[in-house]
């Protein structure tokens, strides 16, 4: 399964940008898709996810401020970010976790997309 990430840029302190993702491939089910990010020198952290279900997950620093959304039909995953904050650079990843059509795991991870928040 591959991801396809886009979106990333620099934005000023306060400012908005949306990242959004795209499995392709041997699709049976995407049961968790979301985001992580990683700043330089640090580990990588979650930042959202949402499962087939219908549940959230949010990263404390980012609760309040950033939104995930999710549209089955083009399993395609969202990342609304608002309010943005210096801390917020880093590189955002896209993660996709379920199974294929010949029904194996997958956790396929995409390029990454680079956030970069100026104060």
């Known amino acids: 399964v591959q991801l396809v990430e886009s979106g990333g840029g620099l934005v000023q302190a306060g400012g908005s940008l949306r990242l959004s993702c795209t499995a392709s491939g041997s699709i049976f089910s995407i049961n968790g898709m979301g985001w992580y990010r990683q700043a330089p020198a640090t580990q990588r952290e979650l930042v959202a996810i949402?499962?087939?279900?219908?549940?959230?997950s949010y990263g404390d620093s980012v609760k309040g401020r950033f939104t995930i959304s999710r549209v089955n039909s083009m399993n395609t995953v969202y990342l609304e970010m608002n309010n943005l904050k210096p801390e917020d650079t880093a590189i955002y990843y896209c993660?996709?976790?379920?199974?294929?059509?010949?029904?194996?795991?997958?956790?396929?991870w995409g390029q990454g997309t680079q956030v970069t928040v100026s104060s």
């Open positions: 949402t499962t087939s279900g219908g549940s959230f």
């Open positions: 993660n996709a976790k379920g199974y294929e059509s010949d029904y194996k795991m997958y956790d396929s």
